[in-house]
């Protein structure tokens, strides 16, 4: 019965070529339009790392002095706490985090000084965050002990130095010190770049930034202190300190904390650890408010910064917005084409035919004008992504059609025309016969 319905729809169709088109081209638009935006919000709003997410925390405590009661704790830790923190090793694996703007050489190639990105933090960032490798590997947890030398560098800055080959061994110059790469990672790009991120509650929904390269140099997290100091960004101080960018005994918020907790059990526990560590430093005098102690999820994390960008938000509800206008638009013309056909209908519901087969025909000849609406719509999108792969934003390369989205085009295409067909169809199927043959 449904190809009978097909073949009456197509027959349809290409009766009334001209209704048909505008039918096409307002579910075509709409579904372009709606698509290409939600396509970027699913891209820039998913999961960094799926299946290990769920297993990684990011610990806030508030040591900042002030006479105000805050009610969220900074988004960064001071060094005090941090690295006490740190040193409990209450965590399967954990690693401190900060980023620096440096000065970078490679002596051996000829290749000129440049301004570049590190990462300051510890061995278990790596295989805690799933950080893949091209040449070598990470350094050791005895090389974060030791302050050793050595580098792990991104697969793009391997490439602009050394051509792409195996850099394993070479030297790389970072202000006055000399680092030796141990690791060249593959090309690897967290979307967003989680692991230093911060301050997007803040940022007035101006967060295209969360989406820009990793850092390009990995040092152990002593050794980039001792490399950089001085030098280091503020985020976040009561008081100016005594030597610029010297921010380890101050009152500065700075550095970041990440840790992995593989049960539901040790969640517990260092949620417990972390409450009781600000209870503690509260005794002692140095929080004020130990009740801002808190353990975040990763996507709680950037649930909590607000990671996708306004203007994304925002193109989304109006996409939508226009969609349903071209929803609205679509349940005109096939109310204008079904009440066209009243003699038709009438014929039929003479000659036999129920309410329910007159229903089901034309909701199949609008299901398969959303087909092809949502195939010209498929080719609209297409050309959104490119159009917005081309915007000088940082998450521009991140675009692309994957998959579910691939198949959402088509669902929300069916979705849309199987809408605006319900109530034509209805009006449609309740035709009455006597009085459309009078009209023949």
């Given at each position: 019965?449904?190809?009978?319905?097909?073949?009456?729809?197509?027959?349809?169709?290409?009766?009334?070529?001209?209704?048909?088109?505008?039918?096409?081209?307002?579910?075509?638009?709409?579904?372009?339009?709606?698509?290409?935006?939600?396509?970027?919000?699913?891209?820039?709003?998913?999961?960094?790392?799926?299946?290990?997410?769920?297993?990684?925390?990011?610990?806030?405590?508030?040591?900042?002095?002030?006479?105000?009661?805050?009610?969220?704790?900074?988004?960064?830790?001071?060094?005090?706490?941090?690295?006490?923190l740190w040193r409990a090793q209450r965590a399967d694996r954990q690693a401190l985090v900060n980023d620096s703007r440096i000065k970078l050489q490679a002596p051996d190639t000829?290749?000129?000084?440049?301004?570049?990105?590190?990462?300051?933090?510890?061995?278990?960032?790596?295989?805690?965050?799933a950080v893949p490798f091209a040449f070598g590997g990470a350094w050791t947890a005895e090389d974060d002990e030791r302050h050793a030398r050595v580098a792990v560098i991104s697969?793009?800055?391997?490439?602009?130095?050394?051509?792409?080959?195996?850099?394993?061994?070479?030297?790389?110059?970072?202000?006055?010190?000399?680092?030796?790469?141990?690791?060249?990672?593959?090309?690897?790009?967290p979307s967003p770049q989680f692991h230093t991120l911060a301050g997007g509650n803040f940022s007035q929904g101006d967060t295209a930034s969360f989406y820009d390269t990793p850092?390009?140099?990995?040092?152990?997290?002593?050794?980039?202190?001792?490399?950089?100091?001085?030098?280091?960004?503020?985020?976040?101080?009561?008081?100016?300190?005594?030597?610029?960018?010297?921010?380890?005994?101050?009152?500065?918020?700075?550095?970041?904390?990440?840790?992995?907790?593989?049960?539901?059990?040790?969640?517990?526990?260092?949620?417990?650890?972390?409450?009781?560590?600000?209870?503690?430093?509260?005794?002692?005098?140095?929080?004020?408010?130990?009740?801002?102690?808190?353990?975040?999820?990763?996507?709680?994390?950037?649930?909590?910064?607000?990671?996708?960008?306004?203007?994304?938000?925002?193109?989304?509800?109006?996409?939508?917005?226009?969609?349903?206008?071209?929803?609205?638009?679509?349940?005109?013309?096939?109310?204008?084409?079904?009440?066209?056909?009243?003699?038709?209908?009438?014929?039929?519901?003479?000659?036999?035919?129920?309410?329910?087969?007159?229903?089901?025909?034309?909701?199949?000849?609008?299901?398969?004008?959303?087909?092809?609406?949502?195939?010209?719509?498929?080719?609209?999108?297409?050309?959104?992504?490119?159009?917005?792969?081309?915007?000088?934003?940082?998450?521009?390369?991140?675009?692309?059609?994957?998959?579910?989205?691939?198949?959402?085009?088509?669902?929300?295409?069916?979705?849309?025309?199987?809408?605006?067909?319900?109530?034509?169809?209805?009006?449609?199927?309740?035709?009455?016969?006597?009085?459309?043959?009078?009209?023949?």
């Open positions: 019965m449904f190809a009978y319905y097909l073949k009456l729809a197509l027959r349809s169709l290409r009766r009334h070529p001209v209704l048909t088109a505008l039918m096409v081209l307002s579910i075509a638009v709409g579904i372009g339009a709606a698509m290409t935006t939600l396509t970027v919000m699913h891209l820039l709003s998913g999961d960094p790392l799926p299946g290990r997410s769920q297993h990684i925390f990011y610990p806030q405590v508030d040591a900042l002095s002030t006479d105000r009661a805050r009610r969220q704790p900074p988004d960064m830790l001071d060094y005090t706490s941090a690295m006490d000829g290749h000129p000084s440049l301004m570049t990105t590190m990462l300051s933090t510890h061995a278990d960032f790596f295989p805690m965050f697969a793009d800055l391997n490439e602009k130095l050394f051509g792409g080959d195996n850099s394993v061994g070479r030297t790389l110059r970072i202000r006055d010190a000399e680092v030796r790469i141990v690791g060249v990672l593959a090309p690897w790009r850092e390009d140099v990995m040092v152990p997290f002593q050794t980039g202190l001792e490399i950089n100091d001085g030098h280091f960004a503020q985020f976040t101080c009561n008081a100016l300190p005594a030597t610029p960018g010297s921010l380890q005994n101050t009152d500065c918020v700075w550095l970041q904390l990440w840790v992995e907790l593989d049960s539901n059990a040790k969640v517990a526990d260092y949620r417990r650890f972390v409450t009781d560590y600000a209870a503690q430093q509260k005794a002692l005098g140095r929080m004020p408010f130990p009740e801002n102690a808190r353990l975040l999820s990763l996507m709680e994390w950037l649930d909590y910064n607000r990671v996708v960008p306004r203007d994304v938000r925002l193109q989304s509800w109006l996409a939508l917005a226009f969609l349903l206008v071209c929803l609205f638009n679509t349940v005109g013309l096939l109310l204008a084409k079904f009440m066209r056909r009243g003699g038709e209908i009438g014929v039929r519901r003479a000659l036999g035919a129920s309410r329910r087969s007159i229903f089901a025909q034309c909701l199949t000849e609008a299901g398969l004008t959303g087909v092809i609406g949502g195939a010209f719509g498929l080719l609209l999108t297409l050309l959104g992504l490119w159009a917005v792969r081309r915007q000088p934003v940082e998450y521009a390369d991140l675009i692309h059609l994957d998959m579910p989205m691939f198949v959402a085009t088509f669902a929300l295409a069916l979705a849309t025309s199987g809408i605006a067909g319900l109530f034509p169809a209805l009006r449609a199927s309740r035709i009455a016969p006597a009085m459309q043959l009078k009209t023949l």
